[in-house]
């Protein structure tokens, strides 16, 4: 059934005789148009006012066209002319939506159904039926419609509650229902432990939980025979290192001249891995034969001790003026630089700490490589002014011969290095 009217729909046109209505547009902003309110084809109650001759007029059922915007005059209820179209004279015509009247045609129950060549509208809360086919006709004796019987769904009566009943092991809310609301259906908690959802195991019935049994599990692919529950011992024994074992006691595989093996690599012409010696058996030695077994590898750190100025809005190359280890006297003091002498993969880590920082600067602290700038390890911009502490690690690849040096950059001039030697660093580490 179709809803014939919609809110605050009004057009004007300029239909003359007894054609279609063309629409020409809402006749105030407040109203809609009827494209707004109904599809293509749909049906759409209307009133025809013609605003120069006020003695015509028309209300009928129209059929909405989206692609022409205009309303074919499908069922005229009443008008000027009955219930025959009204030959419209020149002059505006005002374009009304609205329900039919109720002469329209007689209301229905629900035990009513209407057959092909029928048409159902509403008015206000009530349903009234047009006959199509008996020239718009009152239903009422229309031998086209049927009754609905008792069986057919059906009937008349009023439903004051709605409940669901549903298996144990679910449970319902909001059931029942009286007024309005949603009955939901939800697993029900409480329920007891290793059960699982299945139809019954033996004969065919509704699903429900129970508990799993022996025959719910499939043969699986294995042998289940012999006496693997009860069994004490090997059916056949074995041998280990010349012992024989059977499963119903530990055994002892004996070592012979184990004392006269030696305890040091050195023992065993191994020489090319140690240095002075060293024993791996002697826990107080153990640092220095790890080291002496990563001789050939950088192994750097270096810390700034004095403070120094950084320039304005330019990197400016950090000199860390003191060496806290150099394992292959790769870097230099007096440069800040350092220099691969191997080819490797390196992890490079920096900080620093930058005093005299003003409000809105950015801070930067990142790696050169042979002069150029590399990767950045962290920046900042800095709301206010005061201190900033800023660092981070990388991994270079290096060829022998780099050169390596951390840069610092303030935007504005004002900024310096220095502090704690904590704070202000330079490591690099040959990790391949």
Same mark, same amino acid.
């Given at each position: 059934?179709?809803?014939?009217?919609?809110?605050?729909?009004?057009?004007?046109?300029?239909?003359?005789?007894?054609?279609?209505?063309?629409?020409?547009?809402? #006749?105030?902003?407040?109203?809609?148009?009827?494209?707004?309110?109904?599809?293509?084809?749909?049906?759409?109650?209307?009133?025809?006012?013609?605003?120069?001759?006020?003695?015509?007029?028309?209300?009928?059922?129209?059929?909405?066209? &989206?692609?022409?915007?205009?309303?074919?005059?499908?069922?005229?209820?009443?008008?000027?002319?009955?219930?025959?179209?009204?030959?419209?004279?020149?002059?505006?015509?005002?374009?009304?939506?609205?329900?039919?009247?109720?002469?329209?045609?007689?209301?229905?129950?629900?035990?009513?159904?209407?057959?092909?060549?029928?048409?159902?509208?509403?008015?206000? #809360?009530?349903?009234?039926?047009?006959?199509?086919?008996?020239?718009?006709?009152?239903?009422?004796?229309?031998?086209?419609?049927?009754?609905?019987?008792?069986?057919?769904?059906?009937?008349?009566?009023?439903?004051?509650?709605?409940?669901?009943?549903?298996?144990?092991?679910?449970? %319902?809310?909001?059931?029942?229902?009286?007024?309005?609301?949603?009955?939901?259906?939800?697993?029900?908690?409480?329920?007891?432990?290793?059960?699982?959802?299945?139809?019954?195991?033996?004969?065919?019935?509704? %699903?429900?939980?129970?508990?799993?049994?022996?025959?719910?599990?499939?043969?699986?692919?294995?042998?289940?025979?012999?006496?693997?529950?009860?069994?004490?011992?090997?059916?056949?024994?074995?041998?280990?290192?010349?012992?024989?074992?059977?499963? #119903?006691?530990?055994?002892?595989?004996?070592?012979?001249?184990?004392?006269?093996?030696?305890?040091?690599?050195?023992?065993?012409?191994?020489?090319?891995?140690?240095?002075?010696?060293?024993?791996?058996?002697?826990?107080?030695?153990?640092?220095?034969?790890?080291?002496?077994?990563?001789?050939?590898?950088?192994?750097?750190?270096? &810390?700034?001790?004095?403070?120094?100025?950084?320039?304005?809005?330019?990197?400016?190359?950090?000199?860390?003026?003191?060496?806290?280890?150099?394992?292959?006297?790769?870097?230099?003091?007096?440069?800040?630089?350092? #220099?691969?002498?191997?080819?490797?993969?390196?992890?490079?880590?920096?900080?620093?700490?930058?005093?005299? %920082?003003?409000?809105?600067?950015?801070?930067?602290?990142?790696?050169?490589?042979?002069?150029?700038?590399?990767?950045?390890?962290?920046?900042?911009?800095?709301?206010?002014?005061?201190?900033?502490?800023?660092?981070?690690?990388?991994?270079?690849?290096?060829?022998?011969?780099?050169? %390596?040096?951390?840069?610092?950059?303030?935007?504005?001039?004002?900024?310096?290095?220095?502090? &704690?030697?904590?704070?202000?660093?330079?490591?690099?580490?040959?990790?391949?």
């Amino acid at each position: 059934m179709t809803n014939l009217a919609a809110n605050r729909v009004q057009e004007n046109s300029t239909l003359t005789g007894t054609g279609n209505i063309t629409l020409a547009g809402a #006749t105030n902003p407040a109203m809609n148009t009827f494209a707004s309110a109904f599809s293509d084809g749909a049906l759409c109650g209307y009133i025809v006012l013609n605003l120069a001759v006020q003695t015509e007029w028309e209300q009928g059922i129209g059929t909405f066209a &989206a692609g022409t915007d205009s309303i074919a005059r499908t069922y005229v209820l009443a008008g000027s002319n009955g219930t025959s179209p009204v030959n419209f004279s020149a002059g505006t015509k005002m374009v009304l939506n609205a329900g039919p009247p109720s002469s329209a045609g007689a209301a229905y129950s629900a035990t009513q159904v209407y057959s092909p060549g029928d048409t159902a509208v509403l008015s206000g #809360t009530t349903w009234y039926a047009l006959a199509v086919c008996k020239s718009s006709t009152p239903a009422t004796g229309n031998p086209n419609w049927t009754a609905l019987g008792g069986g057919g769904g059906g009937g008349s009566g009023t439903v004051t509650s709605v409940g669901l009943s549903v298996p144990a092991w679910l449970a %319902v809310a909001n059931s029942p229902v009286t007024t309005n609301g949603t009955l939901t259906v939800s697993a029900a908690t409480g329920q007891a432990a290793k059960q699982f959802l299945a139809t019954p195991n033996v004969a065919a019935g509704p %699903v429900g939980l129970r508990t799993i049994l022996p025959s719910d599990v499939p043969t699986l692919n294995q042998s289940t025979t012999g006496n693997a529950a009860t069994a004490t011992a090997l059916a056949t024994a074995r041998t280990i290192s010349g012992v024989s074992f059977n499963g #119903t006691a530990n055994i002892t595989i004996p070592f012979p001249g184990l004392g006269s093996k030696p305890t040091t690599l050195a023992g065993y012409g191994i020489t090319d891995g140690l240095k002075n010696s060293n024993n791996l058996s002697d826990v107080s030695n153990a640092t220095t034969a790890f080291n002496n077994l990563r001789t050939g590898f950088t192994n750097m750190a270096a &810390a700034l001790v004095g403070t120094q100025a950084l320039s304005a809005a330019a990197f400016t190359p950090i000199i860390f003026d003191t060496a806290v280890y150099d394992s292959q006297s790769e870097y230099s003091t007096s440069t800040g630089i350092f #220099t691969a002498k191997n080819s490797g993969t390196y992890f490079v880590s920096a900080g620093l700490y930058i005093g005299g %920082v003003g409000a809105g600067t950015n801070e930067v602290v990142s790696v050169f490589v042979n002069g150029a700038e590399q990767t950045r390890l962290f920046q900042i911009y800095i709301a206010t002014s005061g201190t900033a502490m800023i660092g981070g690690s990388s991994i270079l690849q290096l060829n022998a011969g780099d050169q %390596v040096q951390i840069n610092g950059f303030s935007s504005v001039a004002g900024g310096s290095v220095g502090g &704690a030697v904590k704070d202000n660093y330079f490591r690099m580490v040959r990790i391949q």
